[in-house]
């Protein structure tokens, strides 16, 4: 059985870091491109950050670019969201979500991770 | 990066059918198959509903449908039940290798 389990979410203040971890297991990691996607309270899904299977193509919301960074270990079948320069409009569930491609869709998702930025 | 338009809320009656209107432009949605729906029932992760703008994944009922005309991708749902009261969007790949997700329409059955 798929399972994705996102970690590390909390409170934070505006200015600082946090790192989530999405533990995956059940399939075969290392041949997936992995996806980060948010949502905040009350709103719909926003994309966040994409990582091919082997890290070599790496892709980010304009949102977020040069403030997050996605990185995989797939020795440790994990995936991870560096967020640093963290701001009020970051607040939002966490989702990891694994990516088929050709044709590209996301099936299976995370029940995610809660971030709260604020003072 | 592109955006998708839904309406923010549709309705049915039970046994009823409504479609979900997801827009883009020609460029995007237009010119690619690269669509795919999700349900979000309240308090829950989104689940895949259709790809590819009008396969199923196994296990998705056949009430379920997709499809796409020029620029606009629809999601039809008929037969509608209680359970299929939930938040619903659309999503596009782009050709720069990123998503895109509509602002989501919520379904209630009446």
């Known amino acids: 059985e798929v399972q994705l389990v996102e970690s590390g979410g909390g409170l934070v203040k505006p200015g600082g870091s946090l790192r989530l971890s999405c533990a995956a297991s059940?399939?075969?990691?290392?041949?997936?491109?992995m996806n980060w996607v948010r949502q905040a309270p009350g709103k719909g899904l926003e994309w966040v950050s994409s990582?091919?299977?082997?890290?070599?193509?790496?892709y980010y919301a304009d949102s977020v670019k040069g403030r997050f960074t996605i990185s995989r270990d797939n020795a440790k079948n994990s995936l991870y969201l560096q967020m640093n320069s963290l701001r009020a409009e970051d607040t939002a569930v966490y989702y990891c979500a694994r990516m088929k491609t050709t044709p590209y869709y996301f099936d299976y998702w995370g029940q995610g991770t809660l971030v709260t930025v604020s003072s | 990066q592109s955006a998708l338009t839904q309406p923010p809320s549709v309705s049915g009656s039970p046994g009823q059918s409504v479609t979900i209107s997801c827009t883009g432009i020609s460029s995007d949605v237009g010119s690619y198959n690269r669509v795919s729906w999700y349900q979000q029932p309240p308090g829950t992760a989104p689940k895949l509903l259709i790809y590819e703008v009008s396969n199923r994944p196994s296990g998705v009922p056949d009430r379920f449908s997709g499809s796409k005309s020029g620029n606009t991708a629809s999601l039809t749902i008929s037969g509608l039940q209680a359970e299929d009261e939930a938040d619903y969007y659309c999503s596009l790949y782009t050709s720069s290798s990123t998503w895109v997700f509509g602002g989501g329409t919520t379904l209630t059955v009446l």
């Open positions: 059940g399939f075969t990691f290392f041949t997936y491109s």
């Open positions: 990582i091919s299977s082997s890290g070599t193509y790496i």
